[in-house]
């Protein structure tokens, strides 16, 4: 699994986008880019995935580069409920190996 | 989707005693997994649960310390071995079907050991 590269904290105002980049610049051809978040104290929840293509679901969008060595994770209007660490995760494999992931507040 | 039912969600124990953690979801998965996450860390996968067979354990990892059962697609239980303070941690259980696309987490087990 490809090893992810993210910033350790951001912030943004609520009602804003909140961008979360993250490098896998080691990713290979069949890995999958994976996005989970963990809410204070429970477990992760999935997020969204990709492979090359960008995507959209009701939480958020991944917009991945053409190279594919990064991606964004865009959540277009932030919530104060938002609040929480963001794992970017490069899978291949039958497991998710997560990194340390970025801190995102989301500011009143 | 499955729900997930870790028991107990906290304890504190005492160093050298055992815990064993429970993790029931509510319909057949093929994959069950054990993670930690120590105090303001990331989570760290202990092992894949496999059913009828031995668990795979990551490197760091092994059977004496982290003893797992899985008896079926359901259930598996972790134990944390002759504690001490450094297993302070949550403790995680994890399901998903074949190669997955999404992968379900418990609310986690506090364990702090004095």
């Known amino acids: 699994d490809a090893k992810t590269t993210q910033p350790p904290s951001m912030d943004c105002a609520e009602g804003r986008a909140a961008n979360l980049p993250c490098n896998h610049s080691?990713?290979?051809?069949?890995?999958?880019v994976y996005w989970y978040r963990q809410i204070h104290s429970q477990g992760p929840q999935y997020i969204i995935h990709?492979?090359?293509n960008n995507e959209t679901n009701e939480m958020a969008s991944l917009i991945i580069t053409e190279d594919r060595k990064s991606s964004t994770l865009i959540l277009p209007h932030a919530t104060l409920r938002d609040t929480a660490v963001y794992y970017c995760?490069?899978?291949?494999?039958?497991?998710?190996?997560f990194g340390s992931g970025t801190r995102l507040l989301v500011r009143p | 989707s499955a729900v997930i039912s870790q028991k107990p969600s906290r304890d504190i124990c005492q160093r050298g005693t055992s815990l064993t953690i429970q993790c029931q979801v509510d319909?057949?998965?093929?994959?069950m997994f054990w993670y930690r996450q120590q105090p303001g860390q990331s989570l760290t996968l202990i092992a894949t649960?496999?059913?009828?067979?031995?668990?795979?354990?990551e490197s760091g990892f092994v059977i004496d310390k982290f003893p797992i059962s899985r008896p079926n697609l359901t259930f598996s239980t972790l134990t944390v071995s002759n504690m001490s303070p450094e297993d302070s941690s949550i403790y995680l259980c994890?399901?998903?079907?074949?190669?997955?696309?999404?992968?379900?987490f418990g609310q986690g087990t506090r364990l702090t050991v004095v």
């Open positions: 994890s399901v998903a079907q074949g190669s997955f696309t999404e992968a379900f």
């Open positions: 080691t990713i290979s051809g069949n890995e999958y």
């Open positions: 990709g492979l090359k």
């Open positions: 995760i490069g899978k291949s494999s039958y497991k998710l190996i």
């Open positions: 319909s057949q998965v093929t994959m």
């Open positions: 649960a496999n059913q009828g067979s031995e668990a795979t354990y």
